[in-house]
């Protein structure tokens, strides 16, 4: 079968088209929302990739949040590119189809990769030919999977759990996951809490893990900790986006450990001057923020321009 798509798109029925592929990834309410808004208003801009498996069998490669966006809003038909495939090849493609605008997670590859190794039987260096990708890089996001719990694997899948969370938590035991994934939810960690807690439960003494997961931000804002944005929002970014966006996620970081720092001191503990000299100090960083929204917002207009 030929793995290239038709050059034109055909419509089909909501109905026929089939979601075989749907737990290889995984559902964001905030993006599911963003497209049903944009179908609302828009309609669908985009087709979605479809496998024909078989005569009569359509399989959704492409545009899971489009079709349920569809179904919500009692569409009969979508717009759709048909592609010829074997189930394994159809695996591939999906990788493939978001390969590119970065649009697919590093959890997502892991449940592709682990579901053509546990379901199709193919080894890693079998995935690895199939995918182009080397043979550590199969290794390591089946060990992604197979190391997360079964509660941390089914939040994730379902939207409940960030996909991003899934990397921080493989890195515990599996008895230990699901303590964390109890103190996530009651506390509300983020991304970057969740990392420094995990951190913490890896060097700290087993006795002191309890309070650790009973008070999880006491562990937090340890001034020896590597400043990192949350991988979700570097997704499609370039080199240079990611290094301004580091740079302002270590901006707000020292600002969120000064206003920590400020919160916990004794009041009485500062005298007039230095705290008129303190709020003049502050006041200096202000500008410098002032001067990068002008010069980003200058990029922008710039853009729109059509400059070389």
């Not at 009692?74 to 495939?85: K, T």
């Not at 089914?154 to 230990?176: H, T, V």
């Not at 400043?227 to 966006?245: F, H, N, R």
């Not at 502050?282 to 400059?307: F, H, I, N, S, W």
């Amino acid at each position: 079968m030929s793995n290239s798509p038709s050059e034109e798109t055909v419509t089909i029925a909501i109905t026929r088209i089939g979601e075989r592929f749907a737990p290889l990834r995984i559902v964001e309410p905030q993006a599911e929302r963003a497209m049903l808004h944009s179908m609302e208003k828009y309609g669908q801009l985009t087709p979605v990739a479809v496998c024909r498996i078989a005569p009569g069998e359509q399989e959704l490669l492409d545009g899971f949040k489009r079709l349920r966006a569809a179904r919500q809003l009692g569409l009969a038909e979508l717009s759709a590119r048909p592609f010829d495939l074997t189930i394994r090849a159809g695996k591939a493609t999906m990788l493939q189809l978001n390969r590119v605008g970065r649009a697919i997670s590093g959890m997502e590859e892991a449940l592709v990769v682990h579901s053509l190794h546990h379901e199709d039987g193919l080894n890693q260096v079998e995935i690895a030919v199939l995918l182009n990708r080397h043979k550590s890089w199969v290794c390591r996001r089946l060990a992604l999977i197979e190391r997360l719990s079964d509660e941390a694997q089914q939040s994730i899948r379902l939207g409940l759990l960030p996909a991003s969370l899934g990397a921080e938590l493989a890195r515990l035991q599996r008895c230990n996951q699901d303590l964390l994934l109890t103190s996530i939810r009651e506390h509300h960690l983020t991304w970057r809490e969740t990392r420094i807690v995990v951190n913490a439960l890896e060097n700290e003494p087993h006795h002191n893990h309890e309070a650790i997961l009973r008070d999880p931000r006491g562990s937090l804002f340890s001034p020896d900790q590597n400043a990192c944005p949350d991988p979700a929002e570097e997704k499609g970014l370039s080199y240079e986006a990611k290094k301004v966006l580091r740079r302002l996620f270590a901006l707000e970081r020292n600002c969120l450990e000064v206003a920590l720092l400020v919160s916990r001191t004794d009041p009485i503990m500062f005298e007039t001057d230095e705290e008129m000299r303190l709020r003049a100090a502050c006041g200096r960083v202000l500008p410098g923020l002032a001067r990068a929204d002008v010069e980003l917002r200058g990029m922008a207009t710039y853009g729109k321009m059509g400059d070389p």
